[in-house]
Nanobody, 118 residues
Framework: QVQLVESGGGLVQPVGSLRLSCAAS????????MGWYRQAPGKQREWVATIFSAGSRNYVNSVKGRFTISRDNAKNTVSLQMNSLKPEDTAVYYCKVTDRSSGYRDYWGQGTQVTVSS
């Protein structure tokens, strides 16, 4: 089992910045990938960014150049630095971890609200 705790959400004005963090804990896990998803009101959950254990990163087109995903392998944490935020970035952001040792099972965080508004 992997437990995830997210932090860093809040209210920010357009063009502002926020940094989300997610810490993974548990016993006997081996992280294959860590990522972020988001769900806006009335919309389906969408993928935002992923970083793999080897270090490669992928982003949805709408956040490229504005968001940066990073991870600390020693601490089993993943962060999402969000710059130049737009109102359409408003959503609940979820952390997801894929655990190699459990057959690539996915674990989800509880979500953290990000609101971009003036």
């Amino acid at each position: 089992q992997v437990q995830l705790v997210e932090s860093g959400g809040g209210l920010v004005q357009p063009v502002g910045s926020l940094r989300l963090s997610c810490a993974a804990s548990g016993s006997s896990f081996s992280i294959y990938a860590m990522g972020w998803y988001r769900q806006a009101p009335g919309k389906q959950r969408e993928w935002v960014a992923t970083i793999f254990s080897a270090g490669s990163r992928n982003y949805v087109n709408s956040v490229k150049g504005r968001f940066t995903i990073s991870r600390d392998n020693a601490k089993n944490t993943v962060s999402l630095q969000m710059n130049s935020l737009k109102p359409e970035d408003t959503a609940v952001y979820y952390c997801k971890v894929t655990d190699r040792s459990s057959g690539y099972r996915d674990y989800w965080g509880q979500g953290t609200q990000v609101t971009v508004s003036s």
